[in-house]
T-cell receptor, first 114, second 114 residues
Framework: LAKTTQPISMDSYEGQEVNITCSHNNIATNDYITWYQQFPSQGPRFIIQGYKTKVTNEVASLFIPADRKSSTLSLPRVSLSDTAVYYCLVGDVVHTGTASKLTFGTGTRLQVTL | NAGVTQTPKFRILKIGQSMTLQCTQDMNHNYMYWYRQDPGMGLKLIYYSVGAGITDKGEVPNGYNVSRSTTEDFPLRLELAAPSQTSVYFC?????????????FGPGTRLTVL
């Protein structure tokens, strides 16, 4: 399984765009990149997933360069309610025999203030 | 849809006691998972199941047992509680095929072993 590295914490002001980068140098050909969000005292919640280039949904964008050795989660115009821990996961989600072993690291703690 | 439900929400055990953490999902997902999350840490996979009657160990299975007699239920059993098992336990479920593997998490069970 590809190991991921994220910043431990980030701070932002409300209304700014936040970019959280995740490094995964030994990502495998079949691996997808998935991001989860976790609020205190709650289970993680799926945000976005991608394989290459750019993926966008109503919540965030995910940028993946051609070499796929890193990825960037972009949160546009954050609000106080975006204060949470964000996890980057890398793993094979198509061949379901290994999909069950996605590993959550310690994540990035994002603090949004006024 | 209630999604993934867990009971109890909180529990205090004495060393050596046993208990079962209940997990139920109503999304007809084949895959189910149990994680533990220690304070300030990421989630670690305890056990997972790919369908009724099929379970397998995750990263930290020692001290736990699981069973999967139905698609909906995936209970986690602690036989001889130890202080090291003090943690928040999350149950999750996901689809078993497709191009993504979004996991849906329950609200968690906070367990303290004294």
């Amino acid at each position: 399984l590809a190991k991921t590295t994220q910043p431990i914490s980030m701070d932002s002001y409300e209304g700014q765009e936040v970019n959280i980068t995740c490094s995964h140098n030994n990502i495998a050909t079949n691996d997808y990149i998935t991001w989860y969000q976790q609020f205190p005292s709650q289970g993680p919640r799926f945000i976005i997933q991608g394989y290459k280039t750019k993926v966008t949904n109503e919540v965030a964008s995910l940028f993946i360069p051609a070499d796929r050795k890193s990825s960037t989660l972009s949160l546009p115009r954050v609000s106080l309610s975006d204060t949470a821990v964000y996890y980057c996961l890398v793993g094979d989600v198509v061949h379901t025999g290994t999909a069950s072993k996605l590993t959550f690291g310690t994540g990035t703690r994002l603090q949004v203030t006024l | 849809n209630a999604g993934v439900t867990q009971t109890p929400k909180f529990r205090i055990l004495k060393i050596g006691q046993s208990m079962t953490l209940q997990c139920t999902q109503d999304m007809n997902h084949n895959y189910m998972y149990w994680y533990r999350q220690d304070p300030g840490m990421g989630l670690k996979l305890i056990y997972y199941s790919v369908g009724a009657g099929i379970t397998d160990k995750g990263e930290v299975p020692n001290g736990y047992n699981v069973s999967r007699s139905t698609t909906e239920d995936f209970p986690l059993r602690l036989e001889l509680a130890a202080p090291s098992q003090t943690s928040v336990y999350f149950c999750a479920s996901s689809l078993d095929r497709g191009s993504y593997n979004e996991q849906f998490f329950g609200p968690g069970t906070r367990l303290t072993v004294l």
